[in-house]
């Protein structure tokens, strides 16, 4: 059975840090890109980061260069988002993906990137308050 495990949501103030982990299980990690997703109430799903083949290839969304790092740990088979000086736009239920192949290319496509990925987590829930 394929899962897509998050972790590490909570509220936290602007300027804090948090770090999201996301453990997969069920499928070939390493076949995969693994990346982060987040929605907040009213808006679409957006593409926040991705990692694929070990870090040879990231992605980053222009709202959060510089402050979100992702990293993978390939023989735990997780992913982690390390999120720092949060702000409160950065509020959302962030949600894990996978999609098989080698490389983040979908996710430079925001309109469609959430239309590819092959598995999904059922979130975690970040709170940044002012």
């Known amino acids: 059975e394929v899962q897509l495990v998050e972790s590490g949501g909570g509220l936290v103030q602007a300027g804090g840090s948090l770090r999201l982990s996301c453990a997969a299980s069920g499928f070939t990690f390493d076949d995969y890109a693994i990346g982060w997703f987040r929605q907040a109430p009213g808006k679409e799903r957006e593409g926040v980061s991705c990692?694929?083949?070990?870090?040879?290839?990231?992605y980053y969304a222009d709202s959060v260069k510089g402050r979100f790092a992702i990293s993978s740990d390939n023989a735990k088979n997780t992913v982690y988002l390390q999120m720092n000086s949060l702000k409160p736009e950065d509020t959302a239920v962030y949600y894990c993906?996978?999609?098989?192949?080698?490389?983040?290319?979908?996710?430079?496509?925001?309109?469609?990137?959430?239309?590819?990925?092959?598995?999904w987590g059922k979130g975690t829930l970040v709170t940044v308050s002012s």
């Open positions: 993906a996978a999609e098989q192949g080698t490389t983040c290319g979908s996710y430079y496509i925001p309109s469609a990137a959430q239309y590819g990925m092959d598995y």
């Open positions: 990692i694929a083949r070990s870090g040879s290839d990231t």
